[in-house]
């Protein structure tokens, strides 16, 4: 325990960021705060991916990440829209008010 | 190709039925044109039949190859020996003096297209189990004669009783082809072979026993259903409820004695066991004297020739039973005469007097229609057995079989005491006196083409214990006069006229009321009561098994419960979308947590 950054050290941080995206989500009202809880989710196993790959070597988590980097580009471009879309019909984006599918 | 030529007689009627209801419908006239011509062809193929080759030999007709697997050959072929040779002559030439009645009969009937369709089909049927060379073909056509008299019965359908009677008749004689078909089966497995012709050879190898009774006795239940004997015999009073020439052609004179055809084809199988052959002479015996009984209190012109009927056809299972097949067929030959001309006659009463079927509704009829006047009291005396009418002849050569069974000769000989009492009843109410009703006064008689086939039945009434019946047969006469039989049945039936006489001469209402003769001995009530009864107790059961358990219970209640499932399950729907990441999360959570824990072990 040096000081020394081991590969624990991030992947706890990765769980921290994995942990506190999951409380956005799960808890924030705001569509736009839960969209960016979501980002967090995906950064958080960046981290981790990017983390391992540097430590054992290897270069195919790095891979995978930029699968990642480019799917969540993707997904923020779409939920963005359909954000603004359903803003645009109901004047809010709390999440509690997103309930019409129901019974 | 010439060969097969003799199918000509047994497919032309089936021809004329399939032309009639295909293309003749709208066309009455040429319908029975038609099917009348399919009816004399037949006829007279049947004759150039009966005398083709020597009297008495076999005439040999290619079969046509049906059914074939392991163990179980039938042909389609025709058996041509002497005895379907008479049996086909006579069943083509009553039914085509049916046919020609018929014309006149339904005169007015706006469906006689349909009538006439199945009349062809019926002879094409009857035909078909005349001829048939092993039983499975015989049971085919057994089953569509049974569809024809349905139909034929139910003729007019619109009328409740005739529908009624059609099922009756249908659904008893269900209960006799069981047993017939168990017969027919029980034959094949005991001596291996349906066929006719095969089975007299086949018969060494028998292992008796009960088996043989028992497949005997199958075979005699199809005959007790077809033939109306007892205890299935309550279908036949009723099918009166059709035309008066189905009732002549199906329920007198051919239909029902292809019982007693049968019977006479499978004799050598029922002689194997003497429990079949004196159970058939009995109920044979039975059945002479209880419908003559019957008859003595009905008042329904055409039901008490059915009851007459009844009582002839067990004059023929009991010489069946007897072992004496010659004057059965005898009888069943006069028998199809007397008793057709007789239902002709009662017919032409019932048109004469515009549908009155009561005789104590008719009365004072001979004097307005003297022809049937005249040709029913030929036919009573034939029927009687008064000599030397055709029905002597032939009840002679069976009373003189029953000399040695003094129980069954007085049995049978009694019921003619009683036959003889109905039939001059019946005469005398109907025909003597003066009218009771306004459809007798008014009574006339029909036209030439009713006149005429009564005619022709009157005269072979009269002569026809004169045909060679027994060379038509190529046997010997067996009737080795036994005098005592020939006279003590003969003062009997002469006996009979003389209470009927005083009884009925001037009565114009029945000065007699024996209810249980009235109620036909309460056989119809005892069905009801014990089996219908029972049965529609059964039959509400399994409703009501059918109504909770199954539809209810299993059907209905599988929908219900998944529609409960559902109803449940939706409340879990809640919409938000952040309660279902965090059930989500849950269930991937809980899902590491069990990869992990096996993962360990």
Same mark, same amino acid.
């Given at each position: 325990?040096?000081?020394?950054?081991?590969?624990?050290?991030?992947?706890?941080?990765?769980?921290?960021?994995?942990?506190?995206?999951?409380?956005?989500?799960?808890?924030?009202?705001?569509?736009?705060?839960?969209?960016?809880?979501?980002?967090?989710?995906?950064?958080?196993?960046?981290?981790?991916?990017?983390?391992?790959?540097?430590?054992?070597?290897?270069?195919?988590?790095?891979?995978?990440?930029?699968?990642?980097?480019?799917?969540?580009?993707?997904?923020?471009?779409?939920?963005?829209?359909?954000?603004?879309?359903?803003?645009?019909?109901?004047?809010?984006?709390?999440?509690?008010?997103?309930?019409?599918?129901?019974? | 190709?010439?060969?097969?030529?003799?199918?000509?007689?047994?497919?032309?009627? +089936?021809?004329?039925?399939?032309?009639?209801?295909?293309?003749?419908?709208?066309?009455?006239?040429?319908?029975?044109?038609?099917?009348?011509?399919?009816? +004399?062809?037949?006829?007279?193929?049947?004759?150039? *039949?009966?005398?083709?080759?020597? @009297?008495?030999?076999?005439?040999?007709?290619?079969?046509?190859?049906?059914?074939? %697997?392991?163990?179980?050959?039938?042909?389609?072929? @025709?058996?041509?020996?002497?005895?379907?040779?008479?049996? !086909?002559?006579?069943?083509?030439?009553?039914?085509?003096?049916?046919?020609?009645?018929?014309?006149?009969?339904?005169?007015?009937?706006?469906?006689?297209?349909?009538?006439?369709?199945?009349?062809?089909?019926?002879?094409?049927?009857?035909?078909?189990?005349?001829?048939?060379?092993?039983?499975?073909?015989?049971?085919?056509?057994?089953? $569509?004669?049974?569809?024809?008299?349905?139909?034929?019965?139910?003729?007019? %359908?619109?009328?409740? !009783?005739?529908?009624?009677?059609?099922?009756?008749?249908?659904?008893?004689?269900?209960?006799?082809?069981?047993?017939?078909?168990?017969?027919?089966?029980?034959?094949?497995?005991?001596?291996?072979?349906?066929?006719?012709?095969?089975?007299?050879?086949?018969?060494?190898?028998?292992?008796?026993?009960?088996?043989?009774?028992?497949?005997?006795?199958?075979?005699?239940?199809?005959?007790?259903?077809?033939?109306?004997? %007892?205890?299935?015999?309550?279908?036949?009073?009723?099918?009166?409820?059709?035309?008066?020439?189905?009732?002549?052609?199906?329920?007198?004179?051919?239909?029902?004695?292809?019982?007693?055809?049968?019977?006479?084809?499978?004799?050598?199988?029922?002689?194997?066991?003497?429990?079949?052959?004196?159970?058939?002479?009995?109920?044979?015996?039975?059945?002479? @004297?209880?419908?003559? *009984?019957?008859?003595?209190?009905?008042?329904?012109?055409?039901?008490? *020739?059915?009851?007459?009927?009844?009582?002839?056809?067990?004059?023929?299972?009991?010489?069946?039973?007897?072992?004496?097949?010659?004057?059965?067929?005898?009888?069943?030959?006069?028998?199809?005469?007397?008793?057709?001309?007789?239902?002709?006659?009662?017919?032409?009463?019932?048109?004469?007097?515009?549908?009155?079927?009561?005789?104590?509704?008719?009365?004072?009829?001979?004097?307005?229609?003297? %022809?049937?006047?005249?040709?029913?009291?030929?036919?009573?005396?034939?029927?009687?057995?008064?000599?030397?009418?055709?029905?002597?002849?032939?009840?002679?050569?069976?009373?003189?079989?029953?000399?040695?069974?003094?129980?069954?000769? $007085?049995?049978?000989?009694?019921?003619?005491?009683?036959?003889?009492?109905?039939?001059?009843?019946?005469?005398?109410?109907?025909?003597?006196?003066?009218?009771?009703?306004?459809?007798?006064?008014?009574?006339?008689?029909?036209? !030439?083409? $009713?006149?005429?086939?009564?005619?022709? $039945?009157?005269?072979?009434?009269?002569?026809?214990?004169?045909?060679?019946?027994?060379?038509?047969?190529?046997?010997?006469?067996?009737?080795?006069?036994?005098?005592?039989?020939?006279?003590?049945?003969?003062?009997?039936?002469?006996?009979?006229?003389?209470?009927?006489?005083?009884?009925?001469?001037?009565?114009?209402?029945?000065?007699?009321?024996?209810?249980? +003769?009235?109620?036909?001995?309460?056989?119809?009530?005892?069905?009801?009561?014990?089996?219908?009864?029972?049965?529609?107790?059964?039959?509400?059961?399994?409703? !009501?098994?059918?109504?909770?358990?199954?539809?209810?219970?299993?059907?209905?209640?599988?929908?219900?419960?998944?529609?409960?499932?559902?109803?449940?399950?939706?409340?879990?729907?809640?919409?938000?979308?952040?309660?279902?990441?965090?059930?989500?999360?849950?269930?991937?959570?809980?899902?590491?947590?069990?990869?992990?824990?096996?993962?360990?072990?």
């Amino acid at each position: 325990m040096g000081g020394e950054i081991t590969l624990g050290h991030y992947l706890v941080l990765s769980g921290a960021l994995f942990l506190i995206g999951l409380a956005g989500v799960v808890l924030r009202r705001s569509l736009l705060v839960v969209m960016m809880s979501l980002e967090l989710l995906l950064n958080a196993a960046n981290l981790a991916l990017v983390a391992v790959g540097r430590f054992q070597g290897i270069p195919d988590p790095q891979v995978a990440v930029f699968f990642v980097i480019t799917v969540a580009a993707a997904e923020a471009a779409l939920g963005l829209a359909i954000l603004v879309a359903i803003f645009r019909i109901k004047k809010t984006t709390a999440a509690d008010q997103m309930a019409s599918l129901r019974f | 190709m010439i060969a097969y030529s003799p199918y000509l007689v047994l497919l032309l009627p +089936l021809f004329a039925a399939l032309v009639i209801r295909l293309f003749l419908h709208p066309f009455p006239r040429f319908a029975i044109s038609v099917s009348t011509l399919a009816c +004399l062809g037949s006829f007279i193929g049947s004759l150039l *039949l009966l005398f083709s080759g020597a @009297l008495g030999s076999t005439v040999a007709i290619p079969a046509i190859p049906w059914i074939e %697997f392991a163990g179980l050959k039938a042909d389609f072929g @025709l058996l041509m020996d002497p005895l379907a040779r008479l049996m !086909a002559t006579l069943v083509s030439g009553i039914a085509l003096l049916v046919h020609i009645y018929s014309i006149g009969y339904l005169k007015e009937d706006p469906h006689r297209s349909r009538f006439f369709a199945e009349l062809s089909l019926f002879v094409f049927s009857m035909m078909g189990i005349v001829l048939a060379d092993n039983l499975v073909t015989m049971f085919l056509f057994w089953e $569509l004669v049974g569809l024809s008299s349905y139909l034929l019965i139910g003729f007019w %359908f619109d009328r409740p !009783a005739a529908g009624a009677a059609a099922n009756k008749a249908f659904l008893v004689n269900r209960i006799g082809d069981f047993g017939f078909i168990l017969g027919i089966l029980g034959v094949w497995s005991l001596f291996g072979t349906v066929s006719l012709v095969d089975l007299p050879s086949s018969l060494a190898a028998s292992p008796g026993g009960w088996a043989v009774t028992a497949v005997g006795l199958g075979l005699f239940c199809g005959c007790l259903g077809k033939s109306a004997q %007892f205890p299935l015999h309550v279908w036949l009073p009723d099918s009166m409820e059709g035309p008066t020439p189905v009732s002549s052609l199906l329920h007198a004179a051919t239909m029902v004695v292809a019982g007693v055809y049968m019977l006479i084809r499978v004799l050598p199988i029922l002689e194997l066991s003497t429990v079949t052959m004196t159970t058939i002479a009995w109920v044979g015996g039975a059945m002479t @004297l209880l419908p003559a *009984l019957i008859a003595c209190q009905q008042n329904d012109i055409k039901r008490i *020739l059915a009851y007459s009927t009844l009582s002839e056809i067990a004059y023929m299972v009991m010489a069946v039973g007897l072992g004496v097949t010659g004057p059965a067929m005898y009888h069943l030959t006069m028998h199809a005469f007397f008793k057709c001309l007789l239902f002709l006659a009662a017919g032409s009463v019932i048109h004469g007097c515009h549908e009155v079927q009561d005789i104590w509704k008719m009365g004072g009829l001979g004097k307005r229609m003297p %022809f049937t006047a005249i040709v029913t009291g030929i036919g009573t005396l034939a029927l009687c057995g008064i000599p030397p009418l055709s029905g002597f002849w032939s009840k002679d050569e069976i009373f003189a079989a029953t000399a040695h069974h003094p129980a069954l000769a $007085l049995v049978s000989m009694v019921a003619g005491f009683f036959t003889s009492f109905f039939m001059l009843r019946l005469i005398l109410v109907a025909f003597g006196g003066s009218p009771r009703s306004e459809g007798a006064r008014h009574a006339h008689e029909g036209s !030439a083409s $009713l006149i005429f086939p009564m005619l022709i $039945l009157a005269i072979l009434s009269v002569a026809g214990g004169f045909l060679p019946v027994n060379s038509f047969l190529g046997v010997a006469p067996e009737g080795t006069h036994v005098s005592w039989t020939l006279w003590v049945s003969l003062v009997l039936a002469l006996a009979g006229f003389v209470p009927a006489f005083f009884i009925y001469r001037v009565a114009t209402r029945d000065p007699l009321s024996i209810p249980i +003769l009235q109620g036909k001995f309460y056989v119809d009530e005892f069905y009801n009561r014990v089996l219908v009864a029972n049965q529609d107790g059964l039959g509400k059961l399994a409703d !009501a098994f059918e109504g909770w358990v199954v539809r209810g219970f299993l059907v209905r209640g599988s929908g219900v419960m998944a529609r409960a499932a559902g109803q449940g399950l939706r409340l879990v729907q809640c919409g938000q979308v952040q309660v279902y990441a965090t059930v989500f999360i849950l269930g991937a959570l809980s899902l590491l947590w069990w990869i992990l824990k096996s993962g360990v072990r």
